[in-house]
C-alpha cells in the first residue's frame, strides 16, 4: 500500500508541475473517503453510490480508503459524502509538489554562491536559465554524450564542482605505459597534455576556471553552476607555448572525433566545441604565416565542432590589428569580446565588425579555482567559455531534426547553430557596428531560433 500511496503522490505531483498548479490547489471534483471499520469495498461503493457519487479507486485497503469523484464542487461533494453512513471522513484530494527548492523548479539552481553569478541570468547575463527550465546538458537528442574539449593550461580535475562533470576515456587503463585502447595514445584518459606528451594533467588556476564556467556541476548543492550542470569536460593542456603545441592540442581532439564518427560513437568523443582562451596578439592570420591555426579550425569545423575563441585583451580592433586566432578566416570559430554586470563592453576588450562574432560576460566572473576553491576573473578569457558552454547546452537542447543532420552532415549542421547564436544577440549599444552580431549572448534564445529553423529542416 505505502508504494501504491507513493506512486499516487509521484504521479499527481508531476501533472502538477506540468499544468503549472500551484501549492494548496486540489484536483477538482475528486476527494478521498475513509469508512469506519474494516475494510468492506462493496458497501462502500454501493452507498456512496447511493448519493451519485463514484469511486475511482480503492486507495488503501487497511485504512478503508477510497479516491471518489463527485459531479458537484469539490465542497459540495465532501457535505454528500458526510451524508454515507459509516465514513469517517472526507477529504479534498490536493496537489502534491516533489521538496525541490522553489528556485529548482524554475529552472536556477541550489548552488550556494549561484546568487554571485550574474553571468548566467538574463538581463546583462547569457538568459541560461531559460533552457534549464528543460535541459542542464549532458546528452543530446540521440542520447550520446556531449562532450567539450577545454584547451587550456592545466586543470584541477579533483575539484569537488568539476569532478563529475569530466571526460574519461574507460577504454584506456590509467598509468601502465601502455596505449590500451589503440588510439595512438599512451594513457589518455582525461585527455592529453600537449606539453610533454603525455596522459598526466596538471592544475592550473586559469583553465580551472573556465572549466567550472563551461560545466561546473549544477544543482548539486555546492560551489557554482556552469553553464552546464551536466557535461563531459575533456581536459586538453596545450594553450600556450607553440604553434606546434597548440597543433597537437587541437590534433588530439580532431582525432577523438573522427574515430566517434568512425565508430558510430562507440569509440573517441562527441567533441561539439573547444574552448581557446589564448592566442597571438597583433597578428594577422591572413598572411600566411598562420596557416596550421586556420586549418585546424576548418578541420574540427567539418566534423562538427565549433570552437569558441577569445579575443585579444586590449582595446583593439582586431579588422585592422589583426589577432590569432580570433583573426582567422574560418567560420567555425566563434570569436568572443568580453562583457560587464552593467550590458557594456569591457574597455581593455578586442573588437571588429568583420571577425568579433559576439559579447559574453567576462567582468568579474566566478567560477572554480584549484583546491576546491572559487574566485573572481576578468578576461576575455572568461567570457569565451560561456560560448563554449552555450555550444553545449545548445547540443543538448536541440531537437531531434538537428541532432540527425548533426549525425550525417556536421559542419552545416553546426554553422546554422553559430548563425541562430548571433541573430538571436541582446543587441547592445557598445558592440553595435564593432562585432559581426552587435550583441551579446542569449543562449535561450539561441535555442528557440535553432529549433525553430531546424524544425523546417527535411
Ligand atoms: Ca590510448
Ligand atoms: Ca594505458
Ligand atoms: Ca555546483
Request: charged letters at 15%; aromatic letters at 8%; one cysteine or more.
Amino acid at each position: 500500500m505505502k508504494t501504491f500511496f507513493v506512486l499516487l503522490t509521484l504521479v499527481l505531483g508531476f501533472s502538477a508541475q506540468s499544468q503549472q498548479i500551484r501549492q494548496g490547489q486540489n484536483v477538482a471534483g475528486e476527494f478521498l473517503v475513509r469508512f469506519q471499520g474494516a475494510y468492506n469495498p462493496q458497501y462502500a461503493v454501493a452507498a456512496l453510490q447511493q448519493q451519485g457519487l463514484q469511486v475511482k479507486e480503492v486507495v488503501s485497503r487497511t485504512l478503508n480508503l477510497y479516491l471518489v469523484k463527485g459531479k458537484a464542487t469539490t465542497q459540495e461533494a465532501l457535505g454528500t459524502a458526510y451524508r454515507v453512513k459509516g465514513v469517517a471522513y472526507a477529504q479534498p484530494n490536493h496537489y502534491v509538489f516533489l521538496r525541490a527548492p522553489l528556485n529548482f523548479m524554475r529552472g536556477l539552481p541550489n548552488d550556494p554562491m549561484f546568487n554571485q553569478q550574474w553571468d548566467m541570468i538574463e538581463g546583462s547575463g547569457i538568459n541560461a536559465g531559460a533552457v534549464w527550465a528543460t535541459t542542464t546538458g549532458g546528452k543530446d537528442k540521440g542520447n550520446r554524450d556531449i562532450v567539450v574539449a577545454v584547451v587550456d593550461g592545466g586543470f584541477d580535475l579533483t575539484h569537488e564542482d568539476l569532478r563529475e562533470n569530466i571526460y574519461v576515456n574507460r577504454a584506456e587503463i590509467p598509468n601502465n605505459g601502455k596505449d590500451d585502447d589503440q588510439n595512438g595514445f599512451v594513457d589518455d584518459v582525461y585527455g592529453w597534455n600537449a606539453f610533454n606528451n603525455s596522459g598526466n594533467i596538471t592544475s592550473d588556476t586559469h583553465g580551472t576556471h573556465v572549466m567550472g564556467t563551461i560545466g561546473a556541476k549544477g544543482g548539486n548543492g555546492r560551489g557554482v553552476a556552469g553553464v552546464n550542470w551536466n557535461v563531459k569536460m575533456m581536459a586538453i593542456q596545450g594553450a600556450s607555448g607553440t604553434t606546434a603545441t597548440v597543433a597537437k592540442a587541437y590534433g588530439y581532439v580532431i582525432e577523438q572525433k573522427k574515430l566517434w564518427f568512425a565508430s558510430k560513437g562507440q569509440r573517441g568523443a562527441n567533441i561539439v566545441s573547444t574552448n581557446s582562451s589564448f592566442g597571438v596578439d597583433n597578428a594577422d592570420c591572413k598572411t600566411g604565416e598562420f596557416p596550421v591555426w586556420n586549418d585546424l579550425y576548418e578541420q574540427m569545423g567539418q566534423l562538427g565542432i565549433l570552437s569558441a575563441a577569445a579575443t585579444a585583451n586590449n582595446n583593439v580592433n582586431v579588422d585592422k590589428q589583426g589577432d590569432v586566432p580570433t583573426g582567422c578566416a574560418s567560420e567555425y570559430i566563434v570569436a568572443v569580446t568580453n562583457t560587464t554586470k552593467e550590458n557594456t563592453k569591457y574597455a581593455q576588450s578586442g573588437y571588429g565588425a568583420r571577425s568579433i562574432d559576439l559579447g559574453a560576460p567576462g567582468t568579474n566572473i566566478l567560477s572554480t579555482v584549484p583546491g576546491n576553491k572559487y574566485s573572481n576573473l576578468t578576461g576575455t578569457s572568461m567570457a569565451t567559455p560561456h560560448v563554449a558552454g552555450a555550444i553545449a547546452l545548445i547540443h543538448a537542447a536541440a531537437n531531434e531534426q538537428f541532432i540527425q543532420k548533426y549525425y550525417t552532415n556536421p559542419g552545416p549542421a553546426v554553422l546554422a547553430l553559430k548563425q541562430a547564436m548571433l541573430v538571436s544577440v541582446d543587441q547592445l549599444p557598445s558592440l553595435k557596428g564593432v562585432t559581426v552580431s552587435g550583441g551579446k549572448l542569449n543562449v535561450g534564445k539561441a535555442v528557440e531560433v535553432l529549433n525553430t529553423s531546424s524544425a523546417r529542416w527535411r
